[in-house]
């Protein structure tokens, strides 16, 4: 069945620094959302992808679609405390609009 | 909040026991969601119910079953607890179609013994 696979697992940045987590998938997607879910916390919806090429921001969030649409990434620019906790990619199946979901990128905020 | 609600938040339950779960989806939403979350692993879809009906099903066996009320309220109940079955449960409303996003309840948290 259709996967996706997200890395890496964990990333371990000082405050201020950046991040990124990665999505990527062998099947063209029809669209990518992306959730963050704090520790202890349900996931919460951030942002919707659906075309090829596309780029979102929220404020200090960059959120990429690959060209072939196979691929997404989630980029935060000078992490901050309020940062912390888990990001999940999640793709809708072409079938029935089941959410097929990424393993998770924990982020984790060096002391 | 997302108008999602779940109850119990918390449960504990014994190996060889039933379990039923309960989500009261957000106003307007017909299609409610239920996944299964391990300890720092992503939700893994279990069925996901449209008016009243499964429409789709992960990889789980027949032991996990659900319902979808005429309000789109849904009950997941688990049957013959394993302790592998212990975990989050999260439901999630959606109003279905190709770019619906999924609005989470809290969870509930089951933990099996």
């Known amino acids: 069945g259709q996967q996706v696979m997200q890395i890496p697992q964990y990333q371990h940045v000082q405050e201020g620094e950046d991040f990124t987590t990665y999505c990527n998938s062998s099947?063209?997607?029809?669209?990518i959302q992306w959730y963050k879910q704090r520790p202890g916390g349900h996931p919460v919806f951030l942002i919707q992808?659906?075309?090829s090429g596309e780029v979102k921001k929220q404020k200090r969030l960059t959120f990429q679609f690959g060209e072939a649409k196979k691929n997404s990434s989630l980029h935060i620019t000078a992490t901050q405390t309020t940062d912390v906790g888990t990001y999940f990619c999640?793709?809708?199946?072409?079938?029935?609009?089941?959410?097929?979901w990424g393993a998770g990128t924990k982020l984790i905020i060096k002391p | 909040e997302t108008g999602v609600t779940q109850s119990p938040t918390h449960l504990i339950k014994t190996r060889g026991q039933q379990v039923t779960l309960r989500c009261s989806s957000q106003?307007?939403?017909?299609?409610v969601s239920w996944y299964q979350q391990a300890l720092g692993q992503g939700p893994q879809f279990i069925f996901q119910?449209?008016?009243?009906?499964?429409?789709g099903r992960g990889n789980f066996p027949p032991r996990f079953s659900g319902l979808q009320f005429p309000n789109y309220s849904s009950e997941l109940n688990v049957n013959a607890l394993e302790l592998d079955d212990s975990a989050l449960y999260l439901c999630?409303?959606?109003?279905?179609?190709?770019?619906?996003?999924?609005?989470f309840g809290q969870g509930t948290r089951l933990t099996v013994v």
């Open positions: 999630a409303s959606s109003s279905g179609g190709e770019r619906a996003e999924a609005f």
């Open positions: 106003s307007g939403h017909n299609t």
């Open positions: 119910y449209y008016r009243e009906e499964e429409n």
């Open positions: 099947t063209t997607l029809s669209n």
């Open positions: 992808l659906v075309k």
């Open positions: 999640a793709a809708l199946t072409d079938s029935n609009y089941q959410l097929i």
